[in-house]
C-alpha cells in the first residue's frame, strides 16, 4: 500500500473512532457497531504460512435483518502493510450463542483481495505457495467475544479467504487470526 493510502487510512481510523467515541451513548439501541482490529496475517489452522505481517481490520456491523436468525449485515476490510494481500469484503453474520457476557458469531462474505491470481506453476505443485485463483473469494469467519462493559466488547477472530470445493485452479486461501473491539456507533 503507497503512503498517501496509508496516512488516509489513519486519519480514516481517527475520524472513525472519535465519531464512534460521541456517538456511542445516543448508539447503543441501533444495533449498528464499529469494530477496530489487529489481525495475524495468513497465520491459522489452514494457512500455508506464504505471507505475514500484521493487518488492520476494520469492520461495520449494522441492524440485524428482519429474517429468520436476524442476520447482520457487515461491510469490512482487512489492510496489509508489508506489501501482501488485502481485502474488502461484504456479507452476513449470525449469531450462534449469548450469554450476559459471551457471544459467538459465524459470518459468510464475499471478499475482493489484492493479491496475486496465479504464481510459479512448480513451487505451486511443490510447495502449495499458488495464487488465489480468482479476484473474488468466499469468506467465512468466526468470532468469539466478551462483553466488557454495557457497550463494548472484546473479541478474538478467525477469518479464512479460499474457493476450495467452489471452483477449480489456484487456491492460495488465507487465513487471519487476531483481537478487535467493537463498539456502538
Known sequence: MKKPAVSLLGLALALGLLASARAAESAAGSGRTLAVGVF?????????????????????????????????????????????????????????????????????????????????PVRCAQFSDCGFGTRILPRFGLEIGYRVGPSASLSLVYDHMSHKWIAGGENEGIDHVGLRYSRPY
Not at 457487515?74 to 506489501?83: D, I, R, W
Not at 469484503?89 to 449470525?94: E, K, P, Q, T, V
Open 40 to 120: 495475524a496475517h495468513d497465520r491459522g489452522p489452514f494457512s500455508d504460512q506464504h505471507e505475514s505481517g500484521v493487518d488492520l481490520n476494520l469492520e461495520l456491523q449494522f441492524a440485524p435483518l428482519p429474517f429468520p436468525g436476524a442476520p447482520r449485515p457487515h461491510l469490512g476490510a482487512t489492510a496489509n502493510f508489508e506489501g501482501d494481500t488485502s481485502a474488502a469484503y461484504a456479507g452476513l453474520s449470525f449469531r450462534l450463542r449469548e450469554t450476559p457476557q459471551w457471544f459467538v458469531d459465524a459470518a459468510l462474505s464475499a471478499a475482493v483481495h489484492d493479491g496475486p491470481l496465479h504464481k510459479d
